[in-house]
Each structure stands twice: as structure tokens, then as C-alpha cells.
């Protein structure tokens, strides 16, 4: 026979409500939040957003999207603010490209060889 937990013994402790996940952090972001190049929902993204911080604005766009943009009009500003962009910023989406196994765009690379 299995036991039975008596009838006056507590009840089990109700599981933890679960976190969101900080490694998909982006996937609870409301559909409303779009890259604002391609207007694709960013928490459809397979990998994170990239962030650009402006004066604590902070804007995200889809990584892969961004550098291709950039890359191939040659205009190194923010597509938001139109300020322009930073060897480092440059630099920072090619390693978030990297690290995320997005392709490689050589943003840095381009930027250091504008006109």
C-alpha cells in the first residue's frame, strides 16, 4: 500500500513562481517593441538585441540588421537620432555579432575606411 501524508499534515509548499530567464530576456519584451530598421518584433529574435546607449536612452536593434545597414550605405549614424556613431559602438556590434554567432560584418573595419 503507498502512504498517504496524514490528514492534518501541512500542504506541499506551492512551486516558486519561475523568472524570466535573463539568457532570453528579449522574449518578454511586448510585441510592440520593434527593431526600427526591418519593424520586426525583437523578442522574435533567436539572439539578444544589440543596445545603443544614448544620455541613458537606450535603443535596441536587431544586431544583424544594423550592421548590414550601415555597412552598405556607409552612413555610420544612429538610425534613430542620426548621431553619428563611434569607432568603439562600431566595434561593440561586431563582437556582439561575433559572440553571437550572427555573421560577420566587419562594421569597425568599414567605419575606419569611410570618406
Do not use: Q
Not at 546607449?53 to 552612413?75: I, P, Q, T
Request: proline share 11%; with cysteine.
Amino acid at each position: 500500500a503507498v502512504d498517504a501524508a496524514p490528514a492534518d499534515a501541512p500542504a506541499p509548499a506551492p512551486a516558486p513562481a519561475k523568472k524570466p530567464s535573463k539568457k532570453n530576456w528579449w522574449k518578454s519584451l511586448p510585441a510592440s517593441e520593434t527593431d526600427p530598421i526591418s519593424l520586426e518584433p525583437l523578442r522574435a529574435l533567436a539572439k539578444p538585441p544589440f543596445e545603443i546607449d544614448e544620455d541613458g536612452h537606450k535603443m535596441l536593434f536587431d544586431g544583424r540588421v544594423l550592421a548590414a545597414y550601415l555597412v552598405s550605405s556607409n552612413v555610420f549614424s544612429n538610425p534613430l537620432t542620426r548621431r553619428p556613431l563611434t569607432a568603439v559602438i562600431c566595434a561593440r556590434l561586431d563582437a556582439h555579432l561575433d559572440a553571437h554567432k550572427l555573421g560577420a560584418a566587419s562594421v569597425a573595419r568599414a567605419y575606419a575606411l569611410r570618406e
